[in-house]
């Protein structure tokens, strides 16, 4: 749930539950103070007519006697102890045809040691219209009122939540190889600023671990290299000493080899730190056809070691402007990648689709780490060629270029494949 | 032939000393900027090995005094940053060749001799070794005067033992001379073995007497 709905559906429950409640409380008040009032009406009306019905009875002058129509029932009666009571009718018709909601007053007295009673009715009909139409607008009012507060409410928030919105995009757009540094506007709310002001030192700090530990790789590899080059040529002078023993040679070769993988692994993280660096900036138009037939030429013997079978469907091409050592390098890691994991007499396909490309290979018949793959040093084979780097390099030249690189395991297939 | 390296670690440009002499070439060593510039302005070399991070000057510097002074020496950069933009500025300035550390020794030797016959034979130069004889400017190998048919890899492969002559070249090498970056590719040694093999059957079939000798496990050498 959103931050925004989260307040407001609060405030929704409450006032929705306050508006229920308050309707038929309000309803039944309203109509309470309207009997009262209608009580009094009548006793006043009583109290008003009594003096005209007595001087009617004394007078034998009932004949004569105006009763406001049909509102109005006066009568002798039995002798009673009933006494006066007010009371509603709800359906009204009690007295009359009128069917209508009223309120009587039944009243009972005696002139001249003979009983009478009195029955006073009012109707409640055009009040209750009234108090229908008064709840009807209260209602329309409070609904109105309700929806204009969500509104404002919706609508401020937002615009109060505004730069934490904004500071929370930023926030999934850093990149700390991208920007040195996330700042933001000054926003009007303090808790904001704060926020900002924290993800402004946060970031710096980020950039600067960053920068140093990129700054030490590359500093370490290439400082790394002289002592590379004097191990190296040191070993190539004790190849030319006599006389060497069968057991020195091997030792010498041992050694060369183990020189040869250590340059390999400096030259390749040297590589990393410039591709992240951004150091190849020279782009050209380039043929992926082109390149990868020149990379089969290159891998021939390697290939036919092996006997493997190529099958290379380039009905297609791929044109792409981008840095041709970078592309020589991507093609040429996955290309002998797919040479060295797999087995004598396996084989390799090439597909070349529009903006795609498709390098399976057959290999172990079980699929690699998809969450390592890509990884620093992660080694699938215990083979000693590989350095554990090639993927990442892979992965590093692809996401520079915003090409995806992608490993499924179809068919008993190795698949990597490259959509540019 | 004369050679200056300018060089500040001092154990490599021992190295480099030792493996030349054997190979017949005079060598010199500046360890600083100060040194190197007093050197190239007082003599001329056929061949400067230059450094470019040196401990107080950049070597570019020394490169772009030798050509204001209009020095002809030949000049190699060896460098411990392999970057595109030291290759382009290096070689624009009037570097011969650029070879970035770690490097075989065998293959400085072979880039020193190449700038040497570029520079002291206007690229035509024929090297001689008893009944064989390499044109390394029309890349034609012949044995006693009859020309012998050899793939490119081959020629490579013949010239750069020739040039490295009565050396081992360790297979390292080898496979990074024939096969370049892509040597770092693949830890397989075979195809060098093949190309040898092809090589030795060829110039045997011609005449020419055994030279390429394989030393144990290590490399090959062409002894004469």
Partial sequence: ?420 | MKILIIEDEEELSKSIVAYLKAETYSCEVANNYKTAIEKTESFDYDCILLDISLPDGNGLQVLKELKANNKTDGVIIISARDSMQDRITGLNLGADDYLPKPFHLPELSARIAAVIRRRKFDGSSILTLNELSINTDAKAVTVLNKPVDLTRTEYDLLLYLATNKNSVVSKNAIAERISGDEAEVFDNFDFIYAHIKNLKKKLAASGCADYIKAIYRMGYKFEI
Wanted: aromatic share 8%.
């Fill in chain 1, 1 to 420: 749930m959103q931050l925004l709905n989260k307040t407001i559906a609060s405030y929704f429950s409450f006032s929705a539950v306050l508006l229920l409640a308050a309707i038929p409380i309000f309803y039944f008040a309203l109509k309470t103070a309207l009997i009262d009032t209608a009580d009094e009406e009548l006793l006043a009306t009583k109290t008003r007519i009594m003096p005209q019905l007595r001087n009617a009875v004394v007078n034998h002058d009932q004949g004569n006697l105006y009763l406001y129509g049909y509102d109005i029932v006066f009568e002798k009666e039995q002798p009673t102890k009933n006494r006066d009571s007010m009371y509603s009718d709800e359906l009204g018709g009690l007295y009359s045809n009128k069917q209508s909601p009223s309120r009587l007053l039944a009243s009972h007295f005696t002139i001249n040691q003979e009983f009478y009673s009195l029955r006073i009715k009012t109707s409640l009909a055009d009040k209750l219209a009234l108090i229908k139409r008064i709840i009807l607008i209260l209602s329309l009012l409070l609904v109105a009122l309700l929806l204009g507060l969500l509104v404002i409410n919706r609508i401020l928030t937002k615009k109060i939540w505004q730069p934490f919105y904004t500071t929370l995009k930023r926030l999934q757009d850093y990149r700390v190889d991208k920007q040195p540094v996330l700042k933001s506007e000054p926003a009007s709310v303090k808790e904001f600023n704060d926020l900002n002001r924290a993800i402004e030192l946060l970031t710096e700090r980020n950039y600067q671990v960053y920068t140093s530990q990129k700054e030490f790789t590359e500093n370490a590899s290439h400082e790394m290299q002289s002592p590379l080059a004097v191990f190296q040529s040191k070993l190539e002078l004790l190849m030319q000493t006599k006389p060497l023993n069968e057991d020195q040679a091997a030792l010498i070769s041992d050694l060369a080899n183990a020189s040869k993988r250590m340059s390999r692994l400096n030259k390749s993280l040297i590589l990393l730190t410039k591709i992240e660096n951004n150091q190849f900036l020279k782009k050209e138009s380039l043929s992926v056809k082109d390149i990868l037939q020149k990379l089969l030429q290159q891998y021939e013997f390697q290939i036919g070691q092996q006997s493997i079978h190529i099958a290379f469907d380039d009905a297609m091409d791929i044109t792409l402007n981008a840095n041709k050592s970078l592309v020589e390098i991507l093609l040429g890691n996955l290309l002998s990648n797919a040479i060295r994991h797999n087995v004598s007499n396996g084989n390799i396909q090439i597909y070349l689709k529009e903006k795609e490309l498709v390098i399976q290979n057959s290999g172990k018949p079980s699929s690699l780490d998809t969450q390592k793959l890509f990884q620093r040093f992660q080694k699938n084979s215990p083979d000693a060629d590989s350095i554990g780097l090639g993927l990442e390099i892979a992965k590093k030249i692809c996401s520079l270029n915003h090409y995806s690189l992608e490993y499924r395991f179809i068919g008993l297939l190795h698949t990597f494949s490259v959509r540019f």
